[in-house]
């Protein structure tokens, strides 16, 4: 093993929860009077921590979200989780083998810890992860692409920058990775390789991953 942690993002990673909430979002926007696509959420959105849909929106339109944005919007979030959300297709065989080899995870999530809780717990990868292995941009003043929550993260789990690879689906999030002298394995599953051009490397199905962490 070449890396002494391995940092995961949650979703879109661990949990395939990236076309529900994103679809969510889209909707919510435009009930606001937003119009956004499900294409346009994933293109600006994905990875975000919420902090940062408030301050694009009033960039762009000069107008505030409302107060109760946040609750609204994870209210039904949670609610499609519960009916609809499911661990990443093998996610839980690279959670198994890194659990096999004693090799150190944990999760490092512009999602609250709400959010990740909730995931974890309707997926069934609360097994996976205990609190201590748990990181949310509620830790950190700033949310990815900052590299404060991977370098948050790392310090810790006791483990050098240096010492980490992160596994990331968003150009937010592969950013972040790079501004921690972090290496970074960018999924493609959902995102264009394209726009993960800064990761160390590009993997499509978390079989590669596996073969990439030995």
């Given at each position: 093993?070449?890396?002494?942690?391995?940092?995961?993002?949650?979703?879109?990673?661990?949990?395939d929860?990236?076309?529900?909430?994103?679809?969510?979002?889209?909707a919510?926007?435009?009930?606001?009077?937003?119009?956004?696509?499900?294409?346009?959420?994933?293109?600006?959105?994905?990875?975000?921590?919420?902090?940062?849909?408030h301050?694009?929106?009033?960039?762009?339109?000069?107008?505030?979200?409302?107060?109760?944005?946040?609750?609204?919007?994870?209210?039904?979030?949670?609610?499609?989780?519960?009916?609809?959300?499911?661990?990443?297709?093998?996610?839980?065989?690279?959670?198994?083998?890194?659990?096999?080899?004693?090799?150190?995870?944990?999760?490092?999530?512009?999602?609250?810890?709400?959010?990740?809780?909730?995931?974890?717990?309707?997926?069934?990868?609360?097994?996976?992860?205990?609190?201590?292995?748990?990181?949310?941009?509620q830790?950190?003043?700033?949310?990815?692409?900052?590299?404060?929550?991977?370098?948050?993260?790392?310090?810790?789990?006791?483990?050098?920058?240096?010492?980490?690879?992160?596994?990331?689906?968003?150009?937010?999030?592969?950013?972040?990775?790079?501004?921690?002298?972090?290496?970074?394995?960018?999924?493609?599953?959902?995102?264009?390789?394209?726009?993960l051009?800064?990761?160390?490397?590009?993997?499509?199905?978390?079989?590669?991953?596996?073969?990439?962490?030995?």
């Amino acid at each position: 093993m070449r890396y002494d942690l391995i940092i995961f993002d949650n979703d879109g990673v661990l949990v395939d929860s990236e076309p529900i909430s994103n679809r969510h979002l889209a909707a919510y926007l435009t009930e606001l009077g937003h119009p956004t696509s499900y294409e346009d959420s994933l293109r600006d959105y994905m990875g975000s921590a919420m902090h940062r849909i408030h301050d694009l929106v009033l960039e762009r339109t000069g107008q505030r979200l409302p107060d109760d944005f946040d609750d609204v919007f994870h209210a039904r979030v949670f609610a499609a989780f519960e009916r609809e959300l499911q661990p990443v297709p093998g996610a839980v065989d690279v959670l198994e083998k890194l659990t096999a080899d004693g090799t150190p995870y944990c999760v490092a999530s512009s999602g609250s810890h709400e959010r990740i809780r909730v995931g974890h717990r309707t997926t069934g990868l609360d097994r996976w992860f205990t609190g201590e292995h748990i990181f949310s941009s509620q830790d950190v003043g700033r949310g990815k692409p900052a590299p404060d929550l991977f370098l948050y993260a790392a310090e810790r789990m006791g483990v050098a920058p240096a010492r980490c690879v992160v596994v990331e689906d968003s150009p937010l999030g592969v950013q972040a990775a790079v501004a921690a002298g972090m290496d970074v394995y960018g999924f493609t599953a959902m995102t264009p390789a394209a726009r993960l051009a800064g990761a160390t490397q590009l993997f499509g199905s978390m079989g590669e991953l596996a073969d990439l962490l030995v």
